[in-house]
């Protein structure tokens, strides 16, 4: 079956650095997407990774590992406006060439001062 | 580049009622996505069009929902009629199509459905 697990909370603190994790269980993954939802918004993008390693993209980072079915959102420089909840979703391929988005429920990230 | 247009932006209806909401996608964007999200949760997809054929409305819930994208960019999602576990915020979202890199999604504001 389909099935994305990430945390359902997590506190950090400003200027420091948070991971998120999120695992996964696909028949056939095609790619891993986080986005940024904050409270009352709709969610934006924020990191794409189809293969396995590490993508930078000024303070954020998205860490993928196929083999293991985990990835993870490293949020560095932690700011008060990071304060948001971070979405996994993962594309899922079936029935030859259809593709479906599949959404964790997100993890709820508080930054305090 | 505009981004991707909703109205409304809040509904208050009673259970039994009819509601729609419309979405304008991003301009030239073949696919369109309708998602219902209720308070806590990601994002359910309920219908996914390619231009203006439906790709994917199996977790549609038929007897009471209804979606067309009849030329292919604007959608409308209706409900009817409305009960109270469809009080969600009704998010649609566009992306350019087939390509793996791109088919990056690209949210609008949402509509805030509550059913009294």
């Known amino acids: 079956g389909q099935n994305i697990d990430q945390p359902t909370e997590m506190t950090a603190t400003e200027g420091a650095i948070v991971q998120i994790n999120c695992t996964y269980q696909t028949s056939g993954f095609n790619g891993l997407f986080w986005y940024q939802q904050h409270a009352g918004e709709a969610p934006t993008f924020l990191s794409y990774n189809v293969l396995d390693g590490l993508e930078e993209k000024g303070r954020f980072s998205s860490f993928l590992s196929r083999s293991k079915g985990y990835s993870y959102l490293l949020l560095k420089e932690l700011q008060m406006k990071d304060s948001a909840s971070y979405l996994c979703a993962v594309r899922d391929r079936y029935a030859g060439n259809n593709r479906k988005l599949i959404w964790g429920l997100g993890t709820s990230l508080a930054v305090n001062p | 580049e505009a981004g991707v247009a909703q109205s409304p932006r809040y509904k208050i209806i009673e259970k039994r009622q009819s509601v729609a909401f419309w979405c304008n996608p991003i301009?030239?964007?073949?696919?369109l996505y309708w998602y219902q999200q209720i308070l806590g949760q990601g994002p359910k997809l309920l219908i996914q069009f390619q231009n203006n054929g439906v790709v994917d409305d199996s977790q549609l819930p038929k007897d009471r929902f209804s979606a067309e994208r009849l030329k292919g960019v604007d959608s409308t999602l209706k409900i009817q009629p409305a009960k109270l576990e469809d009080s969600a915020v009704y998010l649609c979202?566009?992306?350019?199509?087939?390509?793996?890199?791109?088919?990056?999604?690209?949210f609008g504001p949402g509509t805030r459905l509550l059913v009294l």
């Open positions: 979202a566009s992306s350019w199509g087939e390509n793996l890199k791109q088919e990056t999604q690209y």
């Open positions: 301009s030239g964007h073949a696919t």
